[in-house]
């Protein structure tokens, strides 16, 4: 049940918002501490999306291998 590839599409975009997210805030709180205001903000979003995606298509790119497999 724990391995069905519903659970590895929960867990694809979780990876996705958390990276997003997780990149937005260090690039947010990077413009609080040097006083850039929005621009590490922006470079943290982007990073974000560049890095989730390429991770995320990782992660289908295995999980379509392992249900090709059953």
């Given at each position: 049940m724990?391995?069905?590839p519903a659970f590895g599409l929960v867990?694809?975009?979780s990876f996705l918002a958390t990276t997003?997210?997780?990149l937005t805030l260090?690039?947010?709180y990077l413009d609080g501490r040097f006083g850039t205001e929005p621009?590490?903000?922006l470079i943290g979003l982007v990073?974000?999306?560049m890095a989730g995606?390429?991770?995320a298509y990782r992660q289908l790119?295995?999980?379509l291998e392992r249900t090709r497999e059953r």
């Open positions: 724990w391995n069905s867990g694809i975009g997003i997210v997780g260090v690039g947010h621009v590490l903000t990073l974000g999306l995606s390429y991770g790119r295995e999980l």
